[in-house]
């Protein structure tokens, strides 16, 4: 399927992605995914979430997709080649649980009629009973990167570039790169990338360290629990599998100045240090910064 030809930039949104190799896939999907990734350029990450919200158009609205998405990201690791399926249509499930405990019920019912929402409730419930062991390569998270994403990376693994204009790479853009060539950019868009990229292993072995040092100096609580969960969802893939963190969406609503100067992974791995070295100021200091940054993004989010 070709890359959507429109324009038009949606935001907000940010994703923890993991990329498996081929050999991680059993046939025939692996077949699938081998000729997929032989195509070249492939959809971005903006072509999937239009076509998502094209379906909230009609009425009633299709929350959930009938038949699930046969793309994927794709990057070669190595000379390795990955991919991360879409999985829309078990995303879109995964959604409409989260969405039922965020919004009240009066607003969640104007958008989308009870009926509506049992469907598809009665679809995901059949669903899994033939597939009990699915799970999505793709987390997402509006108007924020949870803090626990960051701790699965360094900061020298930080990959900025700037839009056209700002000292960027001119035509050769990051924004007009597809997915088949160098990760989910966002084809037609001349904006800046954001990401961060490393091996498996590594993403585990920093994430239980930083586990280790929370439980070491705190009580449970979210931060916990949201490692906990990260780390649960990240054990069930391929030990030789790429784990990225893209700003996405947010980009484009932020200014450059803003991007170049974030280095979040940098403050939550200087927080975590200075946590188990028992430097209580140092741990503040480095979350104080993470906080400031990301408050003034989420204020973003009711701005006219």
């Known amino acids: 399927m070709p890359a959507e030809s429109s324009s038009v930039l949606v935001p907000y949104t940010s994703y923890l992605r993991v990329y498996e190799p081929l050999a991680a896939f059993p046939e025939p999907e692996r077949a699938h995914w081998t000729r997929y990734a032989r195509r070249g350029r492939t959809p971005t990450a903006q072509d999937e979430l239009r076509r998502s919200l094209a379906d909230l158009l009609p ?155 929370l439980r070491d100096t705190m009580d449970d609580g979210p931060l916990i629990e949201g490692l906990v969960d990260v780390g649960r969802w990240l054990e069930e893939f391929h030990p030789r599998s790429l784990v990225e963190l893209d700003y996405g969406g947010l980009v484009h609503v932020l200014p450059d100045e803003h991007l170049a100067k974030d280095h979040s992974a940098a403050d939550v791995a200087e927080g975590i240090a200075a946590l188990r070295e028992g430097d209580g100021e140092g741990a503040g200091a480095a979350y ?9 993004v989420k204020r973003l989010q009711f701005a006219n």
């Open 59 to 213: 009425t009633p609205p299709v929350p959930v997709r009938v038949h699930e998405s046969a793309d994927a990201f794709v990057a070669e690791v190595d000379g390795v080649v990955c991919v991360c399926p879409w999985r829309t249509r078990l995303r879109g499930w995964l959604a409409l649980e989260e969405l039922a405990q965020e919004l009240p019920g009066s607003l969640l019912d104007a958008v989308l009629p009870p009926v509506v929402r049992d469907q598809a409730a009665a679809d995901y419930e059949r669903w899994r009973e033939g597939n009990p062991d699915a799970r999505p390569w793709i987390r997402t998270s509006v108007w924020q990167v949870p803090v626990g994403w960051f701790t699965l990376f360094a900061d020298d693994e930080r990959e900025y570039e700037p839009a056209p204009g700002d000292g960027g790479p001119g035509e050769d853009d990051p924004g007009d790169r597809g997915p088949g060539e160098d990760g989910p950019g966002e084809a037609g868009a001349r904006g800046p990338l954001l990401r961060y990229r490393t091996p498996m292993v590594q993403a585990r072995r920093r994430l239980a360290r930083a586990l280790k040092a």
């Open 288 to 296: 104080a910064r993470f906080t400031e940054r990301w408050r003034a």
